[in-house]
């Protein structure tokens, strides 16, 4: 199986879930750095009172990298998070994310992304739309979404999501440990309020606290992953993967499936092939990352 048959099967309510890859295919010296590891790097360099790095060390993640980094920046005023998202204030949208958003809208497709920039949204509205505003929070903008219309169904028509935080507001840049926790932790009281109606109590699965979220795609699409490396620091994604095939064990009736298309020339890890079966991913590795950003977008 293909990138491109997954896309191509009308059986399938797919979603697409983006991560950085997509901003690294194709880029040139001219776009400066666009590696997460290194702009943590340059970030560590620039503020860490500790001993300079060249790569985060063995025995620490990079979402714990951050966290040190935090603990040991010379001044309580450096706001790391707003300095991250000046390191991407000159990223553009190139041909290839272009296409993406206009298959994904031709289609009606949903678009999940843990980038922060708004590259995937640049040709399609500069403008947010909060599925409320008053309880709008730039802490947790899980409600709001780039489109060309106004979005009832976030499981059934096309909107960008920012999964981990959005550029324009710092606040929302989910970079480390503790933030991924927090994020688990409000996830968490959506999936699971102590009051009111449950994701999990199958009934009136339109009608619970998540179904205005992005959240509401993780558990009612078939999920399509590409350019995440899904390895043990996306311990948020990783989480909600887990809940979800909690929930479809509950309910198989309501079974989607989910797809993580790769194309590195390592295999996969022995422990990431037994995550993944064990949440019912399904495996896809491409022989180029051509077929993962080019060719399955320009089809008709």
Known sequence: MKLVDVLHDESLKIALVIGNGINRYHSTSDDGNNSWDKMLLALWQKYSQSASQLSAPNGISLIEFYDALDLTKRSDEINL????????????????????????KNKGTPILTTNFEETL???????????????????????????????????????IWHINGIQRYSRSIRLGLSHYMGSVERARRLIHPGKGIRLFAGKNVNEWPGRHSWLHIIFNNDL???????????????????????????????????????????DLSPGQKLFFDSVRVQVIHERSYDEIYHSPWSMD
Request: proline residues 3%; aromatic residues 20%; contains cysteine.
């Open 224 to 266: 399509v992953f590409i350019g995440l490396g899904l390895d043990t620091t996306e311990v948020f994604l990783r989480w909600l993967l887990i809940e979800r095939a909690k929930y479809f064990y509950q309910f198989p009736k309501r079974r989607k499936n989910a797809y993580f298309v790769y194309a590195d020339t390592n």
């Open 121 to 159: 949204s640049a040709n399609i509205t500069q403008e947010i739309t909060h599925f409320d505003s008053k309880s709008f929070t730039d802490f947790y903008p899980w409600e709001s979404y780039f489109s060309d219309h106004k979005v009832d169904d976030p499981a059934n028509e096309f909107a």
């Open 81 to 104: 998070q707003k300095e991250f998202c000046g390191l991407m204030r000159h990223w553009k949208a190139k041909e290839h994310h272009v296409a993406i958003s206009s298959w994904a």
